[in-house]
């Protein structure tokens, strides 16, 4: 009841297309939902959040669209570009602070 | 930009010795957390401090795992004796309040167990 299912575990898309990384979650006690972008060999930096009580949020090319029936959240990425190159993580939590992540999305950009 | 530190960035250890990392949190952040996340998987909690004392250490492997923060500010994660196993990234996490503030992560420690 807490994981967090993520994929695809790997993507390939063009410069300039859009990429959709997909997670799942069980616990309904998460309240907080993070996207994490990791460059080899550095810390995970957060890339944007949402929180259950709205269905999309945007900042800059990055979306996240959350289904809180279905228990789903996803982030987009438009138009793409090769330093968006990386792996993404999804991860889920709630007020006690713990973060649960997924398994990780391992992103590649072709030019 | 303030910046959680971490060290040492690699280390290279037999089994059965005994390695300590140090974590150095964002100044004024609260809240602490250990990860250890295995290649090709996402970072699992280890242990969660809220200024000196442990909130959660449920998945912390106790008869080898050791963690403290003395002073509600750096931090060290021992393991006693290494196994293996224990080969992973070490990352160090630090955020204002233990509730869905930002967590800031450091660049980790990677650590090989031969």
């Known amino acids: 009841q807490q994981q967090v299912k993520q994929s695809p575990q790997s993507l390939i898309v063009q410069k300039g297309g859009i990429s959709i990384i997909n997670c799942a979650y069980e616990?309904?006690?998460?309240?907080?939902f993070p996207w994490y972008q990791q460059f080899p060999g550095k810390g995970p930096a957060l890339l944007i959040a949402?929180?259950?009580?709205?269905s999309e949020k945007k900042e800059g090319r990055f979306t996240i669209s959350f289904n809180k029936s279905a228990k789903q959240f996803s982030l987009h990425i438009m138009d793409s570009q090769p330093g968006d190159s990386a792996t993404y993580f999804c991860?889920?939590?709630?007020?006690?602070?713990?973060?649960?992540f997924g398994q990780g999305t391992e992103l590649s950009v072709k030019p | 930009e303030a910046e959680v530190a971490q060290s040492p960035r690699y280390k290279i250890t037999e089994k059965s010795q005994a390695v300590a990392f140090w974590c150095d949190p964002i100044?004024?952040?609260?809240?602490l957390y250990w990860y250890r996340q295995i290649l090709g998987q996402g970072p699992e909690l280890l242990v969660q401090?809220?200024?000196?004392?442990?909130?959660?250490d449920s998945q912390l492997p106790k008869d080898r795992f050791s963690a403290e923060r003395l002073k509600g500010v750096d931090s060290t994660l021992k393991i006693q004796p290494a196994e293996l196993g224990d080969s992973a990234m070490y990352l160090c996490?630090?955020?204002?309040?233990?509730?869905?503030?930002?967590?800031?992560f450091g660049p980790g420690t990677r650590l090989t167990v031969l």
């Open positions: 996490a630090s955020s204002l309040a233990p509730s869905t503030d930002t967590q800031y």
């Open positions: 616990n309904t006690a998460f309240d907080y």
């Open positions: 949402i929180r259950p009580d709205v």
């Open positions: 991860a889920a939590g709630n007020q006690g602070g713990k973060l649960i």
């Open positions: 100044s004024g952040h609260a809240t």
């Open positions: 401090f809220q200024d000196e004392s442990v909130v959660d």
